[in-house]
């Protein structure tokens, strides 16, 4: 069975500093990746997706994920932080292109300090 | 376009009531999933319909959850009698179709059984 752990439950960054939300997969085939992002009182929105390819993949908002087959990851990474990022980062695996099918991790809640 | 839209936003009810949650998806997406989000995790998959057939309930307690998708297009989801535990925000998603590989989220219910 498919799972995630993000190992981060909660991190805290200023504003303008980098950031790197950890994931790690367990699946036992090629694993269909995703990053999603929960603003408080919204549902959850697609900020990027892997499937195959060039391991470093774009998404909205300024966001990047790598993904390393070896180590079983798929960080998020921002190169500057804004206020407007602060919320609740969800990893997910999924078994195929569905992502509506895939397994989440329990989040990582991002705090911004001014 | 209008997003996938639910309600009600928020509902308090005492335990062993019941309770019903209802979701409209984009139009036009033929996909439509159920997730419970229970505090400080991620999204657990309940249903999936695909037009208005349930194709994947495998995680749908039974005994006292039920949804129907009536004519393909918007949902309910019940529970009777509700119990302490199923306190949880439930998340309504859509995708064009099985093999889409983007779900879009509703805002959820928030469900307190008290």
């Known amino acids: 069975a498919q799972s995630v752990t993000q190992p981060d439950i909660h991190i805290t960054v200023s504003e303008g500093a980098s950031l790197e939300l950890r994931c790690n997969y367990s699946y036992g085939a090629t694993p269909y990746l995703f990053w999603y992002v929960q603003s408080p009182g919204q549902g959850l929105q697609l900020l990027l997706k892997?499937?195959?390819?060039?391991?470093l993949v774009q998404g909205i908002k300024g966001f990047e994920a790598e993904f390393k087959r070896s180590q079983s990851s798929f960080n998020l990474r921002k190169p500057s932080v804004h206020w407007s990022d602060a919320a609740e980062y969800f990893c997910a695996v999924g078994a195929g292109t569905n992502a509506g099918k895939s397994t989440f991790g329990d989040g990582t809640t991002l705090t911004v300090k001014p | 376009e209008a997003g996938v839209v639910q309600s009600p936003r928020y509902k308090i009810i005492e335990k062993k009531q019941p309770v019903a949650f209802w979701c409209n998806p984009i139009s036009g997406h033929n996909t439509l999933y159920w997730y419970r989000q229970n505090l400080g995790q991620g999204p657990e998959l309940l249903i999936r319909?695909?037009?208005?057939?349930?194709?994947?309930d495998s995680q749908l307690p039974k005994d006292r959850f039920s949804a129907e998708r009536l004519k393909g297009v918007d949902s309910t989801l019940k529970i009777q009698p509700a119990e302490l535990g199923d306190s949880a925000v439930y998340l309504c998603?859509?995708?064009?179709?099985?093999?889409?590989?983007?779900?879009?989220f509703g805002q959820g219910t928030r469900l307190t059984v008290v």
């Open positions: 892997y499937f195959s390819g060039d391991t």
């Open positions: 998603a859509s995708s064009l179709d099985r093999g889409n590989t983007e779900a879009f």
């Open positions: 319909y695909e037009n208005e057939e349930a194709v994947d």
